[in-house]
């Protein structure tokens, strides 16, 4: 059965008019659960992370902070967030959510967090909408527990994955792969094990041709056993702050050949929304439903 992770915490309102759509996390469930995609039994609450699985990848001191609200307010301007504790909350409860999506790849074979793909948390900061960074926690927790050996974090979203490349910059058994706008945010690029920096206007052909000889690549020298993909919808050409030129259906394909490749090889996975900016919310929500209908259809 395909586990969703979702939970009410997912939804904490921001101000309005705010850059991040916090609207479709209340949404695309519901879009989910009306269309037959999922059942109510596929949504599971999760547990919170727990203190020493944070601290795995973020340091003592910024987690400290982070928890007591005690950020500065050039650090707190960076996470493109008024800092709350709702929001804090809401980011231990989305990087819980992403661990327990691990324990159930483990048995299905793939589990989905509606949200997370937080990627541009730091070891000690929180940077572009990200406080903590829930892929590179759930990274740790399998490591940790000696569940395998290497994972591969998929970076597709339109913005390189800057914080999980700088996370996991010395640790071999984390290979990241980031295919992102070169000349998008973040303007400064972390070094990922794999980065690939596309072309404003990139559009369907290109973006999937890419995608294809490079996931190959590193799947077959790297060899891992888990895999996270960080499915961020941001590369559409209706996206506010994308640049790149894919089609929803491209985007689609996209999703497919992710989904397939891996399913193939019997490699468990856990996918995590990441971005979505496009100005009409329905483009959002349809764009990220289609990544939970290609896993219903390929997976299950
Ligand atoms: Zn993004």
Redesign the pocket.
């Known amino acids: 059965m395909l586990k969703v992770a979702w939970s009410k915490k997912y939804c904490h309102p921001l101000p309005e008019n705010h850059r991040f759509p916090m609207i479709k996390y209340e949404l695309l469930p519901q879009q989910l659960l009306h269309e037959g995609t999922i059942e109510e039994d596929s949504l599971f609450e999760p547990r919170d992370a727990f203190d020493s699985e944070i601290i795995c990848v973020h340091t003592e001191e910024y987690w400290r902070r982070l928890r007591g609200l005690d950020l500065t307010a050039s650090e707190i301007r960076k996470t493109g967030f008024p800092l709350s504790k709702e929001l804090v909350d809401r980011e231990i409860n989305i990087a819980g959510g992403t661990i327990q999506c691990v324990d159930f790849a483990l048995k299905y074979g793939m589990a989905m967090n509606i949200a997370g793909g937080t990627h541009h948390a730091f070891s000690d900061r929180g940077e ?1 909408f990200c406080l903590l960074n829930d892929q590179a926690i759930a990274s740790m927790y399998l490591i940790e527990n000696n569940l395998v050996d290497r994972v591969l974090v998929l970076d597709l ?3 390189q994955g800057n914080g999980s490349a700088e996370i996991f910059h010395d640790n071999d058994q984390v290979f990241t792969f980031s295919m992102h706008g070169e000349k998008n ?1 973040p303007m400064h690029k972390e070094q990922s094990d794999l980065d690939i920096g596309l072309a404003d206007g990139c559009a369907d052909e290109l973006y999937l041709s890419t995608l294809q000889y490079n996931l190959s690549k590193v799947v077959e020298s790297f060899k891992p056993e888990f895999v996270f993909y960080q499915s ?1 919808v ?1 590369i559409l050409s209706t996206d506010k ?1 994308g640049r790149l030129d894919v089609t929803i259906e491209g985007c689609k394909e996209r999703d497919r050949m992710v989904l397939q490749y891996f399913k193939s090889r019997e490699l468990p996975l856990v996918a995590c929304m ?4 496009s100005q009409e919310i329905k483009l959002i929500i349809e764009s990220h439903a289609n990544t939970f209908r290609l896993a219903q259809e390929i997976y299950f």
């Open positions: 572009g979203d339109v913005h945010y961020g941001d702050l990441g971005g979505g900016y």
